[in-house]
């Protein structure tokens, strides 16, 4: 599927012609020269010119969006390659040496404290930290590793396995997991992580490469190791190394202990002596795995359905992308995996990517995608595209809260009580469960930028010990070692955008505080929350959650409580 931007985009570009082709570094350049050669002689003007200068950074954007949409449809796509490795490698590199003059034109114009506060700040402040993190030395690193990550994706694109006589991707084969046929689900758990073993000599010097380009990166930066650069390339302004290592701390000790309830839950509600690793995703009923919807057609319009019985506006969206063909859903081979929502900052529209297999998670992200759209749908009207880039502490808070926001209009989707029953019970069983894997993968990426000269030995030693260290006891993974040992692999974000991962168990405390808020008062809850997402990035993260009534609070008195919540309401659903 190829979808283009055809609708009449969300603010005019009078800066930039709509037929200028972006593609072009010669037509490009010429914009770029406007913009350093201008005289600023009043706050009036150095406004003007940020405005212009938006404009040229929002139609780059949305074009580099494009590039990067068509590649991930369809990776066998040749020329959908040349022209992301032309946009990464032909324009990037001059487009970072200009935006670096451009910042510093700014940061040094007599008129800069003219400008209108509060709003301004946070732009100025991710300014000022571009030229202070910038290298020219760094631009050809940072082209290379930006291609180079890519090959992750790549790679577990084209991974198969055979089941039955077909062959099949890994995200289709994991359906099998919720099988009741505990043979069969055991066949394809030892088929999925064998079929990744195959790779693992090729994914671990990726690793290597990409590994020691950022630690390179970093040094040229004037920073000891990639994860402090890192930190500061990111933005994070409104929290600490320390704080990330409180959240590691309070999801081992105040959710380790309730995922292991779960587990031992579903170890005597299943009858097993043993809790393998593919008894994880088979329905503790006993029953066939749920299956919400037939074809992707069916997941959109009843989650249009869906998220219109939460709210009229949430439902509206969606069905403008669904009119415009920015839904790309189903599975297939040679398209890359994983899922994500990508803002278009002229068109307005967001698109989204994912690969359903007809699961009950395949609808949870779905909805989670459609919070990333709804939310980039909110911010398309902020004057500047540096506020519709909100953080990923801040995006990833939309899109999990309206996962469990829908929970209530899941009807939609299942008509029998059972059934429903069965899925709100997945869904919370999920939302505790995912936060140890996301505080092993943001701890083991600590470690490894803070050792940047360590063996792959090591590596495997230390990503086996914190693994141990999240993991529950009640599972029982003996004989399977040789496949944890590199299953780290299997998670994009490492290769292709490192340290983008806590921001999700941030968020997913910030979705349970702002669901409990809608258990109490679901109005004011609904419309805080639309009200936190419409901020965009104007304002800092612990603004934006107190906007949306809740804490950016990673406390292990905190976690206990919304833990405690949580393990309430899948009480009520088990017993009632």
Not at 191 to 216: C, G, M, P, V
Not at 316 to 322: A, C, L, P, Q, T
Request: glycine share 4%.
């Amino acid at each position: 599927m190829r979808a283009t931007a055809t609708t009449t985009p969300s603010k005019s570009r009078e800066f930039i012609p709509p037929s200028m082709d972006l593609q072009d570094w010669a037509e490009l350049k010429v914009y770029y020269d406007n913009l350093l050669d201008r005289q600023i002689g009043s706050a009036a003007d150095l406004e003007q010119w940020i405005q212009d200068r938006n404009d040229l950074d929002a139609a780059i954007s949305e074009t580099f969006a494009w590039c990067y949409i068509h590649i991930t449809v369809d990776s066998s796509d040749d020329k959908a390659m040349e022209l992301y490795q032309h946009a990464v490698q032909e324009l990037s590199p001059r487009i970072a040496s200009c935006e670096d003059d451009l910042n510093r034109k700014l940061v040094n114009s007599p008129f800069i404290n003219q400008l209108p506060k509060p709003y301004y700040n946070i732009y100025l402040r991710n300014i000022q930290n571009a030229v202070d993190l910038f290298r020219q030395q760094n631009i050809p690193l940072a082209t290379d590793v930006q291609l180079r990550s890519k090959e992750h994706g790549r790679i577990f694109s084209e991974m198969t396995i055979g089941v039955n006589g077909r062959q099949m991707t890994l995200q289709k084969a994991g359906a099998l997991l919720e099988e009741t046929d505990r043979i069969c689900r055991e066949n394809v758990y030892h088929k999925i992580n064998q079929r990744i073993l195959q790779d693992t000599s090729s994914l671990e010097a990726l690793f290597n490469d990409l590994l020691a380009k950022r630690h390179q990166i970093a040094l040229n930066a004037g920073y000891e190791n990639f994860r402090d650069y890192k930190f500061r390339e990111l933005g994070r302004f409104d929290y600490t190394v320390e704080q990330c290592l409180d959240f590691h701390e309070s999801i081992q000790h105040e959710v380790l202990p309730l995922v292991d309830e779960l587990n031992e839950y579903r170890q005597n509600t299943l009858g097993l002596g043993k809790l393998r690793p593919w008894d994880l995703h088979v329905d503790t009923s006993g029953q066939a795995p749920l299956r919400p919807f037939s074809d992707t057609d069916e997941l959109v319009d009843k989650s249009i359905q869906c998220l219109t019985e939460l709210h009229p506006f949430f439902g509206k969206v969606i069905s403008i992308m669904k009119e415009m063909g920015h839904l790309d859903l189903d599975s297939r081979k040679g398209k890359r995996p994983g899922g994500y929502n990508m803002p278009l900052m002229i068109t307005g529209v967001p698109f989204i990517f994912m690969n359903a297999t007809h699961t009950l998670n395949d609808m949870r992200t779905f909805l989670h995608e459609s919070g990333h759209a709804i939310h980039s749908y909110l911010t398309k009207d902020q004057q500047l595209a540096v506020y519709k880039r909100v953080p990923s502490e801040v995006a990833e808070l939309a899109a999990m809260t309206m996962e469990l926001l829908t929970m209530d209009h899941w009807d939609m989707f299942f008509s029998d009580a059972e059934d429903l029953r069965r899925a709100k019970i997945a869904q919370l069983e999920n939302v505790l469960k995912v936060l140890p894997w996301i505080a092993t993968i943001d701890k083991f990426q600590h470690w490894l930028y803070t050792h940047p000269n360590h063996t792959s030995e090591e590596r495997r030693q230390k990503w086996m010990e914190m693994l141990r260290q999240f993991s529950s006891d009640i599972v029982d993974s003996e004989g399977l070692e040789h496949y944890s040992e590199y299953i780290w692999h299997k998670q994009l974000h490492i290769f292709e955008v490192p340290f983008y991962y806590i921001e999700y168990g941030m968020a997913q405390l910030g979705a349970i505080a702002i669901w409990k808020r809608f258990r109490e008062e679901p109005e004011q809850a609904i419309r805080d929350y639309i009200n936190a997402l419409k901020l965009g990035y104007t304002k800092p993260i612990h603004e934006i959650y107190a906007t949306a009534g809740i804490a950016f609070d990673f406390s292990r008195e905190y976690v206990a409580e919304l833990g405690a919540f949580v393990k309430h309401e899948l009480h009520k659903l088990i017993h009632d």
